[in-house]
Protein backbone atom coordinates (compact mmCIF):
# COMPACT_ATOMS: atom_id res chain seq x y z
CA UNK A 1 0.00 0.00 0.00
CA UNK A 2 2.69 2.35 1.11
CA UNK A 3 4.57 1.22 -2.54
CA UNK A 4 1.29 2.34 -4.63
CA UNK A 5 0.82 5.64 -2.95
CA UNK A 6 4.63 6.60 -3.26
CA UNK A 7 4.38 6.02 -7.23
CA UNK A 8 0.80 7.51 -7.44
CA UNK A 9 2.66 10.80 -5.46
CA UNK A 10 5.69 10.34 -8.12
CA UNK A 11 3.29 9.89 -10.76
CA UNK A 12 0.97 12.93 -10.03
CA UNK A 13 4.28 15.20 -9.80
CA UNK A 14 5.27 14.24 -13.12
CA UNK A 15 1.87 15.21 -14.44
CA UNK A 16 2.29 18.54 -12.78
CA UNK A 17 5.85 19.25 -14.10
CA UNK A 18 4.59 18.06 -17.68
CA UNK A 19 2.03 20.91 -17.54
CA UNK A 20 4.35 23.23 -16.16
CA UNK A 21 6.68 23.07 -18.85
CA UNK A 22 4.12 22.67 -21.89
CA UNK A 23 2.31 25.72 -20.50
CA UNK A 24 5.98 27.97 -20.19
CA UNK A 25 6.27 26.44 -23.60
CA UNK A 26 3.27 27.74 -24.76
CA UNK A 27 4.05 30.73 -23.53
CA UNK A 28 7.11 31.29 -24.65
CA UNK A 29 5.77 30.11 -28.40
CA UNK A 30 3.18 32.45 -27.77
CA UNK A 31 5.85 35.56 -26.87
CA UNK A 32 7.66 34.47 -30.14
CA UNK A 33 4.66 34.83 -32.20
CA UNK A 34 4.32 38.40 -31.21
CA UNK A 35 7.89 39.23 -31.70
CA UNK A 36 9.65 41.34 -35.26
CA UNK A 37 12.85 39.45 -35.95
CA UNK A 38 14.35 41.92 -38.44
CA UNK A 39 17.40 41.23 -40.02
CA UNK A 40 20.54 43.59 -38.83
CA UNK A 41 21.04 44.04 -42.21
CA UNK A 42 17.31 45.49 -43.17
CA UNK A 43 18.62 48.30 -45.23
CA UNK A 44 15.07 49.90 -44.39
CA UNK A 45 14.99 49.15 -40.30
CA UNK A 46 18.92 50.91 -40.21
CA UNK A 47 17.56 54.02 -41.86
CA UNK A 48 14.84 54.46 -39.22
CA UNK A 49 17.03 53.50 -36.40
CA UNK A 50 19.43 56.14 -37.71
CA UNK A 51 16.78 58.46 -38.27
CA UNK A 52 15.62 58.08 -34.16
CA UNK A 53 18.87 58.94 -33.47
CA UNK A 54 19.33 61.55 -35.84
CA UNK A 55 15.96 63.42 -34.52
CA UNK A 56 16.40 62.50 -30.35
CA UNK A 57 17.02 65.86 -29.39
CA UNK A 58 13.56 66.89 -30.29
CA UNK A 59 12.11 64.29 -28.49
CA UNK A 60 14.28 65.14 -25.50
CA UNK A 61 13.09 68.79 -25.81
CA UNK A 62 9.39 67.41 -26.27
CA UNK A 63 9.92 65.25 -23.36
CA UNK A 64 11.65 68.16 -21.31
CA UNK A 65 8.45 70.56 -22.08
CA UNK A 66 5.66 68.42 -23.08
CA UNK A 67 2.18 69.98 -24.63
CA UNK A 68 -1.11 69.03 -22.77
CA UNK A 69 -1.71 67.14 -25.64
CA UNK A 70 0.89 64.84 -25.59
CA UNK A 71 0.46 62.02 -23.28
CA UNK A 72 2.97 59.37 -24.02
CA UNK A 73 6.05 59.57 -24.21
CA UNK A 74 8.20 56.44 -25.00
CA UNK A 75 11.72 55.31 -25.79
CA UNK A 76 12.98 51.87 -27.62
CA UNK A 77 15.70 50.40 -25.79
CA UNK A 78 18.73 48.38 -27.57
CA UNK A 79 18.79 45.46 -24.67
CA UNK A 80 22.07 43.25 -25.52
CA UNK A 81 22.09 39.45 -25.53
CA UNK A 82 23.84 35.96 -26.00
CA UNK A 83 27.38 37.08 -27.64
CA UNK A 84 28.34 39.32 -29.99
CA UNK A 85 26.65 42.13 -30.79
CA UNK A 86 22.87 41.20 -31.10
CA UNK A 87 20.18 43.45 -29.30
CA UNK A 88 16.74 42.49 -28.79
CA UNK A 89 14.79 46.16 -29.09
CA UNK A 90 12.07 46.96 -26.85
CA UNK A 91 9.94 49.79 -25.59
CA UNK A 92 10.32 51.73 -22.45
CA UNK A 93 6.86 53.50 -21.26
CA UNK A 94 7.04 56.06 -18.59
CA UNK A 95 10.36 57.58 -19.75
CA UNK A 96 12.42 60.35 -18.10
CA UNK A 97 15.42 61.94 -18.75
CA UNK A 98 18.13 63.94 -17.00
CA UNK A 99 20.45 65.03 -19.01
CA UNK A 100 22.80 61.59 -19.41
CA UNK A 101 20.39 58.65 -19.27
CA UNK A 102 16.55 57.44 -19.68
CA UNK A 103 14.62 55.81 -17.55
CA UNK A 104 11.43 53.63 -17.99
CA UNK A 105 9.22 50.86 -17.55
CA UNK A 106 10.21 47.60 -19.94
CA UNK A 107 6.98 47.71 -22.26
CA UNK A 108 6.92 43.82 -23.29
CA UNK A 109 8.30 40.88 -21.66
CA UNK A 110 12.33 40.81 -23.23
CA UNK A 111 12.44 37.36 -24.50
CA UNK A 112 16.03 37.09 -25.53
CA UNK A 113 17.59 40.03 -23.14
CA UNK A 114 17.52 37.52 -20.08
CA UNK A 115 17.27 39.24 -16.60
CA UNK A 116 14.99 41.72 -17.23
CA UNK A 117 11.02 41.17 -16.90
CA UNK A 118 8.18 43.50 -17.98
CA UNK A 119 7.57 46.49 -16.17
CA UNK A 120 11.19 46.27 -14.80
CA UNK A 121 12.59 49.92 -14.39
CA UNK A 122 15.39 50.10 -16.15
CA UNK A 123 17.77 53.21 -17.93
CA UNK A 124 19.35 53.56 -20.88
CA UNK A 125 21.97 55.66 -22.14
CA UNK A 126 20.93 58.06 -25.40
CA UNK A 127 23.51 55.68 -27.67
CA UNK A 128 21.01 52.67 -26.91
CA UNK A 129 18.01 54.24 -28.10
CA UNK A 130 16.72 52.95 -31.29
CA UNK A 131 13.20 55.02 -31.98
CA UNK A 132 11.32 57.52 -29.67
CA UNK A 133 7.53 58.00 -29.70
CA UNK A 134 5.32 60.67 -28.84
CA UNK A 135 1.62 60.50 -28.54
CA UNK A 136 -0.28 63.64 -28.99
CA UNK A 137 -3.74 63.11 -29.10
CA UNK A 138 -4.52 60.50 -31.44
CA UNK A 139 -1.46 61.10 -33.62
CA UNK A 140 1.60 58.80 -33.28
CA UNK A 141 5.18 61.13 -33.85
CA UNK A 142 8.34 59.65 -34.22
CA UNK A 143 8.14 55.83 -34.18
CA UNK A 144 10.30 55.12 -37.02
CA UNK A 145 10.86 51.54 -36.47
CA UNK A 146 7.23 51.10 -36.31
CA UNK A 147 6.77 52.44 -39.44
CA UNK A 148 8.87 50.28 -41.45
CA UNK A 149 7.11 47.14 -39.47
CA UNK A 150 3.60 48.82 -40.37
CA UNK A 151 4.67 49.01 -44.46
CA UNK A 152 5.12 45.44 -44.30
CA UNK A 153 1.01 44.79 -42.32
CA UNK A 154 -2.41 44.56 -44.53
CA UNK A 155 -4.37 47.20 -44.58
CA UNK A 156 -6.48 45.25 -41.80
CA UNK A 157 -3.36 44.39 -39.73
CA UNK A 158 -2.36 48.06 -39.54
CA UNK A 159 -6.14 48.89 -38.61
CA UNK A 160 -6.53 46.53 -35.97
CA UNK A 161 -3.19 48.01 -34.62
CA UNK A 162 -4.28 51.66 -34.56
CA UNK A 163 -7.59 50.14 -32.84
CA UNK A 164 -5.74 48.05 -30.04
CA UNK A 165 -2.71 51.45 -30.21
CA UNK A 166 -5.17 54.05 -29.68
CA UNK A 167 -3.69 56.17 -31.84
CA UNK A 168 -3.10 56.70 -35.87
CA UNK A 169 -0.17 56.38 -38.03
CA UNK A 170 0.77 58.23 -40.72
CA UNK A 171 2.35 57.06 -44.25
CA UNK A 172 5.49 58.42 -42.88
CA UNK A 173 7.12 59.42 -39.68
CA UNK A 174 5.76 62.94 -38.22
CA UNK A 175 7.91 65.19 -36.27
CA UNK A 176 6.89 66.91 -32.97
Known amino acids: M ?6 LVLFI ?5 FISVNRNR ?7 RNLQFVSSNDAAMNAAIQRAKE ?10 HPKPTQTN ?5 MLPYGLGNSTEH ?10 TIF ?23 PDYV ?26 EEKKKYEVTSGYTIGEEAELP
Do not use: C
Request: aromatic share 6%; hydrophobic share 50%; charged share 20%.
Open 103 to 125: MGKLANEPILAKGMHLHDLITIK
Open 2 to 7: ATELIV
Open 90 to 99: IWLDGVTYDG
Open 55 to 64: TLPLFIAELS
Open 13 to 17: GVIAL
Open 130 to 155: SDWMIVDKDRLLGGFTLHVLIKNMTD
Open 26 to 32: AKRTSDL
Open 73 to 77: FSVKA
